[in-house]
Every structure is written in C-alpha cells, then in structure tokens.
C-alpha cells in the first residue's frame, strides 16, 4: 500500500497496515544524517513513535562522504516574508505583527538514529547501531558500477 503524506501515522497503526515510509534526501553525510524538505525530520520522529520504520531514498549523487556529520550540512535560510506576508492579487500583505522576526529554513537534518535505512539506486547502505557508514558503501558500489 503506497502512504500518501495526507494519511495519518495513527490510521496505519489503527487499520493494522504494516507499511513503511521512504522520503527522497537530498544529502546524505557520511554517518548517515540525511537533509530534506522542511518538516521530515517530525515525520521521522512521529514514525519512530508510531512504530513504521522510515527508509531514506537516496541516490548515489546525493551521498556527501566529505561531512561527517549533519551539523556539517549547510541549511539554505528562506526569506521571513515567506511567512509573515500573505499575497494577494498580486499585492504582498503583512499578517504577522510588526517586529515579529521569523527562521525560515528550506530543510532540516534527520539523524542517522531515526532511519531504518538507506536505499540507493545501487543497493541498501547496512545499518550499523545506530548510524551507518556511508563512506565504506561509496568506494564499493562505484567500483561495482564501473565494473571493476
């Protein structure tokens, strides 16, 4: 059964559904932190709550050996008005309070220790306790890729 983001966590446990959840990454360090879309970070932590174990779709460009870890990833900060303004027919209106300053990222960091697992376009990267091991997956399958 394919999980739509409009389906509740809550109904898959109550309907007794055993399904798991992927989201595409846009960067995967090397211990496995992965960075997305604002808000995946709350769907992995409510998967991990719910029980539904949360797969990463990944593909090998996306991987980043370089950082160690997610506090390493660079997150993209989106202009304020984006949330404070409301545009309409073409005119940009306040609807925050004046002074009212906002965060806007573009994406948050999933830790490794949320993630069941890591599937890329040249297999699935093997969990270690709680993280995985990024770097020693990358040499093998380019060299499997290559034909070497």
């Keep these: 059964m394919a999980v739509r983001r409009g389906h509740s966590l809550r109904d898959l446990e109550d309907t007794h559904c055993n399904c798991d959840l992927a989201w595409r990454r846009d960067r995967v360090v090397a211990n496995g932190d992965s960075a997305n879309k604002i808000g995946t970070y709350s769907l992995a932590v409510l998967s991990r709550h719910h029980g539904v174990p949360f797969y990463v779709a990944a593909p090998l460009t996306t991987l980043d050996v370089n950082l160690k870890h997610g506090s390493e ?60 091991d990024v770097a020693a997956f990358v040499p093998e399958k380019k060299r499997k890729v290559n034909g070497q």
């Design 73 to 132: 990833i660079p997150i993209e900060e989106r202009p304020d008005e984006e949330l404070c303004s409301l545009k309409v027919e073409g005119v940009s209106h306040r609807v925050a309070a004046p002074g009212i300053g906002v965060w806007n990222p573009a994406f948050d960091v999933t830790p490794a220790s949320l993630i069941s697992g890591i599937v890329t376009d040249c297999g699935l990267i093997p969990k270690r306790s709680q993280d995985f």
